[in-house]
C-alpha cells in the first residue's frame, strides 16, 4: 500500500470514520497524549494525520494553538465540520504530508500523531519531520498498534506497518534526535 492508496482509503471513508474509530480507541488517547505533553492551556501542538479531528479537538482546550495535518482532504473536510459543530476555532486544519509539515523549525511546544505511525511509508522520516517542528526540550508522543499479524488490516484499514514494537520505535526516536524515549500500553484488543 502506497501514500496515494493510504489517502484515497481515507478519502473513501471520511464521513464513517468517526464511528469507524471507536472500536480502536477513545478519550483515553487524548488524555495520555496531554499528560505526556504536559498541555497546560498554553503553547502550540501539531497533530498530525488529525483525520476527523478527534484528537486536535480534544487537545483544543489543552493548547492555546493547535494544528491538525493530513493528506485526505476528505477527513479535513470532516475534522473542519466537527471542531465547528463543537464551536472549537483554535485549530487549523492544514492538507500536508506526515514527512512534510509546513512549519518553522522548532515552532510547536509538541507534536502527536494518533494511530497513524502503521500508515507512513517511512515511518522515521514522519518522526524526525514531528521533530523538527517542536522546540528544544518540546514532547513528540503518539499512540500507535504494537507489532501484530493482522494481514486484513492492510486492506481494511490501509495498513502500510502491522504495529510496531518498542525496540524499533525506540531507534526510530533516537534517530529522530529525540531523547527520553518512553513506552507505555494504553489497552489491549
Not at 495535518?69 to 465540520?81: E, I, N, P, V, Y
Not at 490501509?158 to 531507534?171: H, K, S, Y
Request: net charge negative.
Amino acid at each position: 500500500m502506497d501514500s496515494t492508496q493510504v489517502r484515497e482509503f481515507f478519502d473513501a471513508h471520511a464521513g464513517a470514520w468517526d464511528e469507524m474509530h471507536e472500536s480502536f480507541y477513545d478519550e483515553t488517547v487524548v488524555e495520555a497524549l496531554a499528560l505526556r505533553c504536559g498541555l497546560d492551556g498554553r503553547g502550540h501542538v501539531v497533530d498530525v494525520g488529525t483525520g476527523t479531528g478527534f484528537v486536535a479537538g480534544g487537545l483544543a482546550g489543552r493548547a492555546a494553538r493547535v494544528t491538525g495535518t493530513d493528506t485526505s482532504t476528505g477527513m479535513l473536510a470532516q475534522a473542519r465540520t466537527n471542531l465547528d459543530g463543537l464551536g472549537i476555532d483554535n485549530v487549523t486544519l492544514t492538507e500536508a504530508p506526515a514527512d512534510r509539515i509546513p512549519l518553522d523549525d522548532d515552532s510547536a511546544d509538541a507534536a502527536v500523531a494518533n494511530m497513524v505511525l502503521h500508515h507512513a511509508p517511512d515511518p522515521a522520516a514522519m518522526l524526525a519531520e514531528m521533530a523538527r517542528v517542536v522546540r528544544p526540550g518540546g514532547t513528540v508522543a503518539i499512540t500507535d498498534c504494537m507489532s501484530h499479524e493482522h494481514e486484513w488490516m492492510r486492506t481494511e484499514q490501509a495498513d502500510v506497518w502491522l504495529g510496531f514494537d518498542r525496540e524499533q520505535l525506540a531507534e526510530w526516536f533516537a534517530g529522530a534526535g529525540l531523547v527520553g524515549f518512553d513506552h507505555a500500553a494504553l489497552g489491549t484488543a
